[in-house]
């Protein structure tokens, strides 16, 4: 993430914001850069023929307009029409959205248009006891041990400065193994560094790890090997990359027993970018 400049209502300044939690970071990078780089029919050329409805993971939400846009857009459903499309979305997906910050959470809830299968949740995915026992308790909802899909967007370089290779190693290794196909978007390493510089010029520490990270340079090709090579994941496919510079990696489980899946489509004509 990127951290945005204040609005009317007093906030964080920017930089102050260690885990990526800034308040108004859909106004700098919009969710239709990322969707639109999405085929549509992704979710019906990965799950043909699935049981329903498909669970789906976002951890690092913030307060929830990328996770909307996303839902939107695998579900086909158009932002003019209302409730009228919750039930049957309902049917073929829900999802599941974590955030560390309780009033970007928060917000989200109050503002979701889809609450009965959008669910937004406080939760530190780094403290495993938290962590397990909560998305364990989802899962059993739906008679479930996994989710059917992941997404991680731009949330990478805020768990690997807060916590290290090994805390970025055990994330990665904990989504491969929770779920069956995981959407990837990882800063790239002018991003590591520009958030340093940010906490530098607000006079605070830098972060702990950043001057002993041993995974650096190329974000995307470093953390592509962790999952092929570590986790037991194969890359499917990159959709291309934003406008911002930024990558969308599609990664499957390899453990799983899955059928084959018919290619993924192109992106036809995708939409401009606002």
């Given at each position: 993430?990127a951290?945005?400049?204040g609005?009317?209502?007093?906030?964080?300044?920017p930089?102050?914001a260690?885990?990526g939690?800034?308040?108004n970071?859909?106004?700098?990078?919009?969710p239709e850069?990322?969707v639109?780089?999405?085929?549509r029919?992704?979710l019906?050329?990965?799950?043909?023929?699935p049981a329903?409805?498909?669970?789906g993971?976002?951890?690092?939400?913030?307060?929830?307009?990328?996770?909307?846009?996303?839902y939107?857009?695998l579900?086909?459903?158009?932002?003019?029409?209302?409730?009228?499309?919750e039930?049957?979305?309902?049917k073929?997906l829900n999802?599941?959205?974590c955030?560390?910050?309780?009033v970007?959470?928060?917000?989200a809830?109050?503002?979701s248009?889809?609450?009965?299968?959008?669910?937004?949740a406080?939760?530190?995915?780094?403290d495993?006891s938290?962590?397990?026992?909560?998305?364990?308790s989802?899962?059993r909802?739906?008679?479930r041990s996994?989710?059917?899909i992941?997404?991680?967007?731009?949330?990478t370089?805020w768990?690997h400065?807060n916590?290290?290779d090994?805390?970025l190693?055990e994330?990665?290794s904990?989504?491969?193994?929770?779920?069956?196909?995981?959407?990837?978007?990882?800063?790239?390493?002018?991003c590591?560094?520009?958030?340093?510089?940010?906490?530098?010029?607000l006079?605070r520490?830098?972060?702990?790890?950043?001057?002993?990270?041993?995974?650096?340079?190329?974000?995307v090709?470093?953390?592509?090997?962790i999952l092929?090579?570590?986790?037991?994941?194969e890359?499917v496919?990159?959709?291309?990359?934003?406008?911002?510079d930024?990558?969308?990696?599609?990664?499957?489980?390899?453990?799983?027993?899955l059928?084959s899946r018919?290619p993924v489509?192109?992106?036809?004509a995708?939409?401009?970018?606002?």
């Amino acid at each position: 993430m990127a951290a945005p400049t204040g609005e009317a209502s007093p906030g964080p300044a920017p930089g102050a914001a260690p885990f990526g939690n800034f308040p108004n970071y859909s106004r700098f990078h919009p969710p239709e850069g990322r969707v639109r780089l999405l085929p549509r029919g992704l979710l019906r050329s990965l799950f043909p023929a699935p049981a329903r409805p498909l669970l789906g993971l976002d951890v690092g939400c913030n307060s929830g307009e990328l996770s909307v846009a996303l839902y939107r857009h695998l579900l086909g459903l158009q932002e003019s029409k209302g409730s009228l499309d919750e039930s049957a979305a309902g049917k073929d997906l829900n999802l599941l959205c974590c955030d560390i910050d309780p009033v970007l959470i928060e917000r989200a809830q109050q503002c979701s248009p889809f609450p009965a299968s959008i669910s937004f949740a406080e939760l530190d995915i780094m403290d495993s006891s938290a962590r397990d026992s909560f998305l364990s308790s989802y899962l059993r909802r739906f008679g479930r041990s996994t989710f059917d899909i992941g997404f991680c967007m731009s949330v990478t370089m805020w768990i690997h400065l807060n916590h290290g290779d090994r805390g970025l190693v055990e994330f990665l290794s904990f989504l491969a193994s929770v779920c069956t196909y995981l959407l990837m978007e990882p800063q790239p390493w002018k991003c590591y560094r520009a958030a340093a510089r940010r906490l530098r010029r607000l006079g605070r520490s830098d972060f702990e790890h950043f001057r002993g990270l041993a995974i650096n340079g190329d974000m995307v090709e470093r953390i592509t090997q962790i999952l092929t090579k570590d986790c037991a994941m194969e890359l499917v496919c990159c959709f291309g990359s934003t406008s911002w510079d930024r990558s969308l990696l599609l990664f499957k489980s390899s453990a799983s027993n899955l059928e084959s899946r018919t290619p993924v489509p192109k992106n036809e004509a995708p939409e401009q970018e606002q």
